[in-house]
């Protein structure tokens, strides 16, 4: 497809289950985002990469969030010991370059719900 | 630390109005200003983005300024239409580093 998609769309785990969110960027895009939207609430950043490295990482709220890109594309969220504070939209994003003139473009966001 | 914010956060008008959205933020040394749409449970629409030497972009029916000095800037929306409701984000992008940082949003809701 030609714009970011995310899966699932949905996710409802249980309190201290491990969860994951993929993330597809658009194709040849080296700048990938992840943020977090609480309900009502603008998106927070959580973690950006360039190609593989994750060149920042400082909105990532407690240990138990952890993001791959391991091949520079598809990138992958990790929540580990879910808490029901962690449920909320996540958002992926990603831009052409590192270019500061560059728009991110954004997927649909993974729904998780924490029970 | 950059704050952005948006006054109202929710605004009801009749069809065919003209109307205008604010944000503001406080540190001016951004490289752009980006205004997105959302529409329930989708992820963000790019609307505009304005770099930080420009003063004004426009697309369609879409209009937005920035002030960098006095930290603002304004979406104004020409012959509103009942499709244009949404919820209206303006995001940051500042020196120094790569992430956007948004505003709350303000939630249009457009009366046919």
């Known amino acids: 497809g030609a714009g970011v998609s995310q899966s699932p769309r949905y996710k409802v785990a249980k309190r201290g289950q491990d969860v994951a969110l993929r993330c597809d960027p658009i194709s040849g895009h080296v700048s990938l985002f992840w943020y977090q939207q609480a309900l009502g609430q603008g998106p927070e950043f959580l973690t950006y990469?360039?190609?593989?490295?994750?060149?920042?990482k400082s909105g990532l709220p407690s240990d138990r969030f952890f993001a791959e890109r391991p091949e520079g594309s598809v990138s992958t969220l990790k929540i580990q010991r879910t808490q029901q504070e962690d449920s909320a939209v996540y958002l992926c994003?990603?831009?052409?370059?590192?270019?500061?003139?560059?728009?991110?473009?954004f997927g649909d966001g993974t729904r998780l719900s924490i029970l | 630390k950059q704050e952005v914010t948006q006054i109202p956060a929710a605004l009801s008008v009749p069809e065919g109005e003209n109307l205008v959205l604010n944000c503001s933020f406080t540190d001016s040394a951004i490289y752009n200003l980006q205004w997105f749409r959302q529409d329930p449970g989708k992820g963000l629409t790019s609307l505009l983005l304005?770099?930080?030497?420009?003063r004004e972009q426009t697309s369609g029916r879409l209009n937005a300024s920035l002030d960098k000095s006095s930290g603002r800037s304004t979406l104004y929306i020409a012959a509103s239409q009942p499709g244009d409701s949404a919820t209206y984000l303006c995001a940051v992008h500042n020196f120094g580093n790569e992430k956007l940082t948004f505003g709350t949003g303000t939630r249009l809701t457009i009366i046919p």
């Open positions: 990469f360039q190609n593989e490295a994750q060149l920042d």
């Open positions: 304005i770099q930080s030497s420009q």
């Open positions: 994003a990603s831009s052409f370059s590192r270019e500061s003139n560059q728009p991110q473009h």
